[in-house]
């Protein structure tokens, strides 16, 4: 029980953290394209780029929604935001430039607010693929349902 | 816990983020590699290491320079009204409080002269400037008629300007006083993008009689004489470098904006007795990255004669980043994020 609610706890944050971000690059588009234009490391692909992210992150989003992809949902979350983490690492210690961060209530962090807020979402992930897989486990051995065995049909002669 | 489970996640998930930093250590190292090349010049050092003098912490609000004499030191301040003063050892600190009037506008984008007694607050935004003396009433000038973003004090009431017009910007002179106004001509780059690609710090030199604009993305310092004739332009020594700025506006928002990252060739810069002290960042190839990452590389152009005599390294202090340095007659002021510094002047 517990376990469960863990997850869907968990699942719950990953999706509201998606969906917000992805609907706040969405309904500013354009200043989501030009900020990733200025960033030394997407420049060349901030076309690409503009549209994948909230895409990615709205699929995600809904992989976490449904039983089916959960795991999927969970592994995704874990990918992208290792990759957010990478990267904001990467541009404080190594990017002779840094733009503004993205949009929503998550631009009014510092970059180095932002890196850590990833961190504890990437340990998120990784507590609900801990959890989400031991519950498969758990269901996965529930024993089998036993069948009557019936008795041995005796033949005797007709006298 | 059963084995089994135990190996794939704990061997999936540390999979998963290592193919997510991979793609980001690709994405990275892509984008430095030109940065990481060599740059076909060397840096000629003066000097091993800079001598300090003095070192204080920095008040919080103190932004940036604002004069000097003989005996003082002058900083700009958040608060327009306000100017952080201390003698030439970075002691006997105090604030000198103006009758500046609070204004949203002066205090979005300002910049402060002290030509003491006098003190220029120069808000460009506004635009406007305004002239007052500790104790003394503010007179203020709408002056010039558009958006001003780099000044230089030429002398009492005399100011070099880079101005908006239409959607670039080009030199000016101009007494606030009387109003004159004098523009360049044709000397500014026009690319029709608010003058992003070709910004840069104006400063005067009195020995020289000339004005200098080092330009932030470009290997080249702009002269000009005070009554804005171009004299020369002066390329520094890092020759192959290229900075591609470009921008746009966007129709959305009105706004232009650029387009690709502001690489900077030179971050700020300095001018004393015909002698312009640039921050450069571009590593000489004679230069060891430690060397280059943990220090500023000062270069220093002759601007009369338009030679490069050599280069020194103010160090970064105490892990501390420098905003900005000052040549003063003997000594370098240095404004880090937390410190202010002075070492003695190597020349």
Known sequence: MKRNLAIEVISGLLILLFVYTAVSKLLDFTTFQVQLSKSPFINAYANTVAWTLPAGEILVALALTFKRTHLLGLYASLFLMTMFTAYIWTMLHYSYYIPCSC???????????????????????????????KQNLVYSKKPEKKTEELPPVVYTAMS | MNLRFIKKTIFLIPIVMLVAVGLVAVLAWKALKPINDKTGFNRKLLIKELEIMKAVDKPQNVLDFAGFTNHHLYFKTKNPAKVYITDSD???????????????????????????????????????????????????????????????????????????????????????????????????????????????????????????????????????????????????????????????????????????????????????????????????????????????????????NSLYKGSFYIPVYKNDQMTNFLITANSIVVIYKKYLVTYKLPL
Request: net charge positive; proline share 3%.
């Open chain 2, 90 to 304: 970075l002691q006997n600190d105090n604030y000198i409080e103006l009758n500046i009037p609070i204004n949203r506008k002066i205090a979005s984008r300002f910049s402060c002269i002290v030509d003491s007694p006098a003190v220029y607050v120069l808000a460009g935004n506004l635009p406007g400037i305004l002239k007052t003396q500790p104790g003394d009433s503010c007179k203020s000038y709408q002056f010039p008629n558009a958006i001003f973003t780099r000044t230089a004090l030429i002398s009492p009431n005399s100011f070099a300007l880079r101005m908006f017009e239409g959607t670039d910007q080009i030199f000016a002179k101009g007494n606030p006083s009387t109003g004159e106004l004098l523009k360049e001509k044709n000397i500014s780059e026009k690319n029709k993008d608010a003058g992003i690609s070709t910004d840069g710090a104006l400063f005067y030199d009195r020995q020289s009689n000339l004005l200098a604009f080092v330009q932030y993305y470009k290997n080249e310092i702009i002269c000009l004489d005070t009554n804005l004739n171009f004299v020369k332009k002066i390329k520094t020594i890092d020759i192959n470098s290229r900075s591609s700025i470009k921008a746009a506006e966007i129709k959305k928002e009105g706004v232009i904006t650029s387009l690709t990252p502001k690489r900077l060739l030179n971050a700020s810069a300095s001018i004393h007795n015909g002698l312009l002290f640039i921050n450069s960042k571009i590593k000489g190839d004679n230069e060891t990255k430690e060397a280059f990452t943990n220090n500023f590389s000062i270069d220093i152009y002759d601007i009369k």
């Open chain 1, 103 to 133: 949009g929503g209530i998550l631009s009014k962090m510092g970059w180095n607010q932002h890196l850590w807020f990833n961190v504890g979402f990437v340990l998120l992930s990784i507590i609900g693929i801990i959890l989400q897989k």
